[in-house]
């Protein structure tokens, strides 16, 4: 066993004391020593609940004959940093998480590890520890929240985030949002939407890290069941020596690509895929979403992109019975292995939709095409992204004059001041990963455009990132970014933008000749960074969006 490293021989004796003087016996140390890694913390919905998660997985682990060893990761909720310079923390976080698991894992020479994650880049950091320690590992995810209610209407975290444009716009009263804020978000869990906590959580499904079930509502008695589960199965794949990396080939991500294009997922989902690929010793390329887009219906519209909620998807049957129709025709890999120490299509054998109205059926898709677009053109050379499934038909080509902002707060005092007109392309750039650093969400611009009643007529672009809660013509990660002399950072005020999110295209109308001038004039603009900073280092260290945002 990799622990007896540290619990056996001679030269052991404290090492074994120290466990004795936690309550550990001689006979808990025979025992493969099994990592609880729990994201827990009283700082989100997402993650408060998890310490019961943990204790239904330690029975697991106790009842198939390990010894479960908890520690913790630190965890940042993207709602709470959303909208001020907190948001610069949220991915940069993502590193940190992975790096202090590589730590824990290696310095205690562990034999096995559950992963108790949640949100949006807890998960991410999670998967990529995994892949690169490469020890027996299994993921239980936190589970989506329930759905609000609001004056007998079915709510959520989107419709919350819209609301302050209503307010300006005197369709509802501050006393009537302040009641509404009360009921949007009932419980524990993940944000009630298909934003990038659940993307993720189902992705780790579909790339076969979890058992079936990410889609079980948080506080459902059958997650802690599920809780329970993993934890006897992580002691199965410890004796079976089954480990990330034969889990995580290139036809998993090729089946997480599929469900993600199948569920509209949130944009995030390709700056982490991507990471995760890297940390496992792969290369996921641009043209492998494209491709996988291009042949894969989009079939499930959750919140913000359609009506239903998560509940509705559980309901439906969740990951697997999206899985068992795309497998069912040819699109996804059925020969792999996964967690369950059974391949995918093991797994997929007795499953069924239940619910053609949420998980629509093969020949009458939301759109024969996947929900997330990567756009091309003279303003994005590297590439950018587009979550093509939330953008309203009459948006999906658009073209008008830039309106230019070097962050995001000058662009919502501009949003909410009314100075966006029908018809602009809002520029927010250096919010790249470098430039902002830590490449901020741009969920705040983009709720109020639609608050303000400006979604089916203003267009965002930027190299920062999105909330999976975003909807509407938004273009991200737009590579390369300012920060670098991307051209991004060359565009003037009035300039006119075109976006073709059908044929992929983002084009500047500026000729080349200008574009160089440009260029040749162009200063890098200066953000404040204190010195000896964790942001300070990230934006030395971070790489492009389109690569994963992974470090150099």
Not at 352 to 373: C, F, K, Q
Request: aromatic share 6%; net charge negative; charged share 25%.
């Amino acid at each position: 066993m990799r622990s007896h490293i540290v619990t056996k021989g001679l030269e052991r004796s404290t090492h074994r004391a120290l466990y004795y003087s936690m309550g550990f016996r001689p006979k808990d140390l025979d025992k493969p020593l099994v990592a609880i890694v729990n994201s827990h913390n009283e700082t989100m919905p997402g993650h408060v609940h998890l310490d019961i998660i943990a204790k239904a997985v330690r029975e697991g682990i106790l009842a198939a004959g390990g010894t479960p060893v908890e520690f913790p990761v630190i965890g940042v909720c993207d709602g709470l940093a959303q909208g001020h310079s907190g948001m610069k923390y949220p991915l940069a976080s993502r590193e940190l998480i992975c790096d202090s698991i590589e730590i824990m894992m290696n310095a205690h020479a562990y034999d096995a590890m559950v992963l108790i994650s949640s949100c949006d880049k807890i998960t991410p950091g999670m998967l990529m520890a995994a892949a690169r320690l490469n020890v027996p590992s299994i993921f239980i995810t936190a589970g989506p929240m329930a759905t609000g209610f609001y004056k007998g209407k079915k709510v959520g975290y989107t419709d919350l985030m819209e609301a302050p444009g209503l307010v300006a716009r005197g369709i509802m009263t501050e006393e009537e949002l302040a009641e509404f804020e009360q009921y949007a978000l009932p419980g524990c869990g993940n944000c009630n939407i298909m934003g990038t906590a659940n993307s993720m959580n189902f992705l780790t499904e579909s790339l076969g890290m979890a058992l079936p079930g990410t889609a079980i509502p948080a506080m459902a008695g059958k997650r802690l069941a599920l809780a329970r589960e993993t934890g006897e199965k992580i002691m199965e794949l410890y004796r079976k020596n089954i480990c990330p990396r034969d889990i995580l080939v290139q036809e998993a991500f090729e089946n997480a690509i599929t469900v993600d294009m199948a569920i509209g997922g949130s944009t995030n989902t390709i700056l982490h895929l991507t990471a995760i690929a890297h940390a496992a010793g792969l290369k996921l390329e641009m043209d492998t979403f494209e491709k996988v887009c291009a042949r894969t219906p989009h079939l499930v519209k959750i919140k913000p992109a359609g009506d239903h909620f998560p509940e509705d998807f559980y309901r439906a049957g969740g990951v697997t019975a999206l899985m068992k129709q795309l497998a069912d025709n040819n699109l996804i890999h059925k020969d792999i292995i996964t967690v369950t120490g059974a391949t995918v299509g093991e797994n997929l054998k007795d499953v069924n939709v239940a619910d053609n109205e949420v998980i629509r059926p093969m020949d009458n898709p939301y759109s024969y095409a996947g929900g997330i677009t990567i756009l091309y053109g003279n303003l994005a050379p590297e590439g950018s992204v587009c979550k093509s499934a939330a953008v309203l038909p009459e948006m999906r080509r658009h073209e008008g004059p830039a309106r230019v902002f070097n962050q995001e707060e000058e662009a919502v005092k501009a949003i909410y001041g009314g100075k966006i007109k029908p018809g602009d392309v809002v520029v927010i750039r250096y919010e790249g990963p470098k430039g902002g650093p830590g490449m901020r969400e741009q969920l705040t611009p983009t709720s109020a455009i639609i608050g303000m009643g400006l979604g089916d007529k203003v267009a965002l672009v930027t190299d920062g990132r999105f909330s999976g809660a975003t909807r509407g013509a938004a273009i991200g990660h737009v590579s390369p970014e300012a920060a670098d002399g991307g051209p991004i950072a060359l565009v003037e005020e009035g300039d006119i933008i075109s976006i073709d999110i059908d044929n992929g295209k983002l084009e500047l109308k500026v000729s080349d000749e200008e574009l160089k001038r440009r260029k040749e004039k162009w200063t890098r603009y200066q953000k404040e960074i204190q010195p000896g900073s964790y942001l300070e280092r990230y934006s030395k260290l971070v790489g492009s969006a389109m690569s994963g945002a992974i470090f150099k």
